[in-house]
């Protein structure tokens, strides 16, 4: 079993479609992949519609999921959610709130962009994002087809749009505990995802891990393109501690990012243990 809870489709700042994405995991030989876009369960539809259709002898699990933007003490977070009731009235208003900040913040911050210098428009933003939950990343692409960055992830430094950096501009986010206790009274599994990736900024304390471990947490995700071996070993120890399951996942964005579908994934006993856990929503299969 190859499972990859992390990933992202153009609902959010991935690059493929949600159909695409579900074709993506059949090519890369996963059972099951999460569909985890921020803020957001627009993609969920579609991808399942293409697990439906998935040809005789081609099987694939699809978790429908999101990654919720949580924010503690100033410390930015990802909370990612599985099979929760998506229509669950509390935490949907929550996801909404988010959701519509972006549209203030993402033109905020190619306000920032053009005043820094960076010949970007908020309509060129939108032609990037679609429909998807706009975001850094749109903005980031925008600053390559400028030509003032050379990649996405060049432009998320301290000159650009880095956590605190000179045309960063904060969105509402959710306080985590607040968030794991939506996720939960809306029969999801809440996981606390890339929790050691100090290379996007501060990383919450330990702590507070502890606390949202109290709290309902499920899980750390810790096989991340963004945590070195020492990270994981030291969250690994935290997880045991606090009696918290251990995830892996790609964070796959398509051609936004370099990391692959499939290049981290969760062992089958914990992916089994966190189903146990979800009453919101079923895995769509075929
Ligand atoms: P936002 O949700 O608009 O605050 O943007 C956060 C997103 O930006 C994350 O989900 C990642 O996809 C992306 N991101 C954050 N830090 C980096 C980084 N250092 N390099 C590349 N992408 C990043
Ligand atoms: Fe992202
Ligand atoms: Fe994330
Ligand atoms: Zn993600």
Same mark, same amino acid.
């Given at each position: 079993?190859?499972?990859? *809870?992390?990933?992202?489709?153009?609902?959010?700042?991935?690059?493929?479609?949600?159909?695409?994405?579900?074709?993506?995991?059949?090519?890369?030989?996963?059972?099951?992949?999460? *569909?985890?876009?921020?803020?957001?369960?627009?993609?969920?539809?579609? %991808?399942?519609?293409?697990?439906?259709?998935?040809?005789?002898?081609?099987?694939?699990?699809?978790?429908?999921?999101?990654?919720?933007?949580?924010?503690?003490?100033?410390?930015?977070?990802?909370?990612?959610?599985?099979?929760?009731?998506?229509?669950?009235?509390? !935490?949907?208003?929550?996801?909404?709130?988010?959701?519509?900040?972006? !549209?203030?913040?993402?033109?905020?911050?190619?306000?920032?962009?053009?005043?820094?210098?960076?010949?970007?428009?908020?309509?060129?933003?939108?032609?990037?994002?679609?429909?998807?939950?706009?975001?850094?990343?749109?903005?980031?692409? %925008?600053?390559?087809?400028?030509?003032?960055?050379?990649?996405?992830?060049?432009?998320?430094?301290?000159?650009?749009?880095?956590?605190?950096?000179?045309?960063?501009?904060?969105?509402?986010?959710?306080?985590?505990?607040?968030?794991?206790?939506?996720?939960?009274?809306?029969?999801?599994?809440?996981?606390?995802?890339?929790?050691?990736?100090?290379?996007?900024?501060?990383?919450?304390?330990?702590?507070?891990?502890?606390?949202?471990?109290?709290?309902?947490?499920?899980?750390?995700?810790?096989?991340?393109?963004?945590?070195?071996?020492?990270?994981?070993?030291?969250?690994?120890?935290?997880?045991?501690?606090?009696? *918290?399951?251990?995830?892996?996942?790609?964070?796959?964005?398509?051609?936004?990012?370099?990391?692959?579908?499939?290049?981290?994934?969760?062992?089958?006993?914990?992916?089994? %243990?966190?189903?146990?856990? %979800?009453?919101?929503?079923?895995?769509?299969?075929?």
């Amino acid at each position: 079993m190859r499972i990859d *809870l992390h990933a992202h489709s153009n609902a959010s700042d991935g690059t493929d479609s949600p159909a695409e994405l579900v074709a993506a995991a059949v090519a890369a030989g996963l059972d099951v992949v999460a *569909l985890t876009d921020h803020d957001t369960v627009a993609g969920h539809a579609e %991808a399942a519609a293409a697990v439906h259709a998935l040809p005789d002898g081609t099987r694939l699990t699809v978790v429908p999921g999101a990654e919720l933007s949580c924010v503690v003490d100033g410390v930015s977070m990802h909370l990612l959610a599985y099979l929760f009731d998506p229509e669950e009235p509390e !935490f949907a208003r929550e996801r909404e709130l988010v959701r519509t900040d972006r !549209f203030r913040r993402g033109r905020a911050i190619v306000e920032r962009c053009r005043e820094l210098g960076a010949d970007i428009s908020w309509e060129q933003v939108q032609r990037i994002a679609g429909a998807g939950s706009v975001g850094r990343p749109h903005i980031a692409s %925008a600053l390559v087809e400028a030509g003032v960055v050379a990649t996405v992830s060049d432009a998320f430094t301290p000159e650009w749009l880095a956590n605190g950096g000179r045309a960063d501009v904060r969105k509402h986010e959710t306080d985590p505990l607040e968030a794991v206790r939506l996720v939960r009274a809306a029969g999801g599994v809440p996981v606390f995802a890339h929790p050691g990736a100090v290379k996007r900024g501060r990383v919450v304390p330990d702590a507070v891990i502890a606390d949202l471990a109290a709290a309902g947490l499920g899980a750390l995700e810790v096989d991340h393109t963004d945590h070195d071996e020492e990270t994981r070993a030291r969250l690994r120890g935290l997880a045991g501690e606090l009696g *918290l399951l251990v995830t892996g996942s790609s964070d796959y964005h398509g051609t936004r990012k370099t990391v692959r579908l499939g290049e981290h994934t969760t062992d089958p006993a914990v992916y089994e %243990a966190l189903l146990a856990q %979800a009453t919101g929503a079923k895995p769509i299969e075929r």
